[in-house]
């Protein structure tokens, strides 16, 4: 829904490109739940409020400035072009959380007092060959290292935006990292993932095929191409299916979720098949969501 801009009362100083007024939605949240990994958070971080934050970032093909008070969310952006369309889809905006959420706190306390705790998450819909990388980036490796690794590929390789006086990059394409050496992918941070980049860039050069068709495949079956990737394990492919194509039934398992379900479902050590096979189960079609609240409340102790 977008809102008329004289009839709201903030503080805002500058016209924003975009309003919008959103329903269960937290962006403080929805971006520091680890799923991303270029937005950077520019409000004073002291305000103790989870619904008045303010980021910037790039997606897609343009910088974002948002800015979340309450119910309401402002955009600035360098380019003007589908940004309603855009910032709708990237956020999920048009999928009906309130109503996901008043469903998944039915399946036990647990989850209740999670979505209690984050209430407003939404999955990102990201790039598809952003996310792959990224992801291949992230393996055994910490968000602060995967940020800046990311940050210095788009730098070297990307296209450059002016926004605000500043400079930006957007994420390289295929072709644009297709002549990229492992010596230089290494000397961006990315350690022993090297090889891994410029074998998958290859891949993908040469057969693209896992940005074809993909609605018609299963998770066993989409997982499986993922997983053809070097450097691509069941937790990579996963995240990238839930973060990137909308498979929110997927419930990527890393060491934190591997921790909050022994602790609270599993009640002992268990294997990432039996976690694997137990999420699928009993979580659902909304799996993806909950592990989401699940992830995020016990790496920061609420749970």
């Known amino acids: 829904m977008v809102i008329e801009k004289e009839k709201l009362e903030d503080e805002i100083t500058v016209d924003p490109d975009l309003i919008l007024k959103t329903k269960c939605f937290n962006l403080l ?4 739940c680890g799923q991303c990994f270029r937005w950077k958070r520019i409000d004073d971080s002291s305000e103790n409020n989870r619904y008045i934050s303010e980021f910037i970032g790039v997606i897609s093909d343009r910088v974002i400035r948002i800015k979340q008070k ?22 999920d905006l048009y999928n009906n959380y309130d109503r996901i959420e008043k469903e998944i706190v039915t399946l036990d306390k647990n989850i209740a007092i999670a979505v ?12 598809t060959f952003e996310t792959l990388i990224s992801y291949i980036i992230s393996s055994n490796n910490n968000i602060p290292r995967i940020k800046k690794s990311i940050e210095e590929i788009s730098r070297r390789y990307g296209k450059m935006v002016m926004f605000e006086d500043k400079e930006y990059y957007l994420f390289p394409t295929l072709q644009e990292l297709s002549e990229v050496t492992v010596e230089e992918f290494k000397s961006c941070g990315v350690g022993f993932r090297d090889k ?20 018609k495949l299963t ?85």
Not at 196 to 215: F, G, H, P, R, W
């Open 116 to 127: 209690r705790n984050t209430t407003g998450i939404h999955i990102l819909n990201q790039s």
């Open 196 to 215: 891994y980049i410029v074998k998958t860039v290859a891949d993908l050069m040469e057969n693209n095929i896992y940005v074809q068709c993909t609605s």
């Open 29 to 32: 949240d929805t971006l520091e």
């Open 70 to 91: 309450n119910d309401y969310i402002y955009v600035y952006s360098d380019k003007k072009e589908k940004l309603k369309e855009t910032i709708e889809y990237y956020f």
């Open 219 to 303: 998770n066993a079956q989409l997982r499986k191409v993922l997983m053809s990737f070097v450097g691509v394990g069941p937790k990579v492919a996963d995240c990238v299916m839930l973060f990137s194509y909308g498979r929110q039934d997927v419930f990527p398992i890393d060491v934190w979720v591997k921790r909050v379900m022994e602790k609270l479902y599993l009640n002992k050590e268990s294997t990432i098949k039996e976690i694997f096979e137990y999420a699928e189960d009993y979580f659902g079609s909304y799996a993806g969501i909950i592990q989401q609240h699940l992830f995020h409340n016990i790496r920061n102790g609420l749970l």
